[in-house]
């Protein structure tokens, strides 16, 4: 796997404040499109791959419904966290941008081929991603910090 934070960081270079750095990107996948179900829809028609992102994003409410229903990195940096809607190679404008207060790190588990991170946001709205290995997930996490306890 190509190194997602340096790309991220130069793709978004433009959209990020005066002395803000990346620290980690992840390139994440709305559940159930990577891992075991990658292996389903190689022969399946690339719809069911847009028809199970749609559902993801349908299951979603609060801040985590603002993420993409589509492949996003979840790009951390020293000062925000920043939402871009990517296929890996072109990165969209930030949309949605957090502070580092509104999302943190639920449970990482391992599903499939890849493993799958439930982000959880400050208004109690979560939502599982999935995500391919290679990727700096624990820096990631450790940047988000723990989901708060209720």
């Not at 559902?55 to 871009?84: I, K, N, Q, W, Y």
């Amino acid at each position: 796997m190509a190194d997602i934070t340096r790309r991220a960081a130069r793709k978004l270079e433009t959209h990020l404040q005066a002395g803000e750095l990346v620290r980690a990107a992840l390139l994440c996948e709305p559940r159930g499109t990577y891992g075991v179900g990658s292996l389903a829809l190689a022969a399946l028609p690339r719809t069911t791959d847009r028809r199970l992102a749609r559902r993801a994003a349908d299951e979603r409410s609060g801040l985590a419904g603002l993420l993409p229903g589509s492949s996003f990195a979840l790009v951390m940096t020293s000062d925000r966290v920043l939402v871009s809607a990517t296929g890996g190679i072109r990165f969209a404008e930030p949309e949605p941008i957090y502070e580092h207060e509104d999302v943190f790190a639920g449970e990482l588990a391992t599903k499939g081929l890849g493993r799958r991170l439930t982000l959880v946001f400050v208004d109690g709205s979560a939502t599982d991603v999935d995500l391919q290995r290679g990727q700096p997930v624990e820096r990631a996490i450790e940047l988000l910090g723990p989901a708060p306890t209720v």
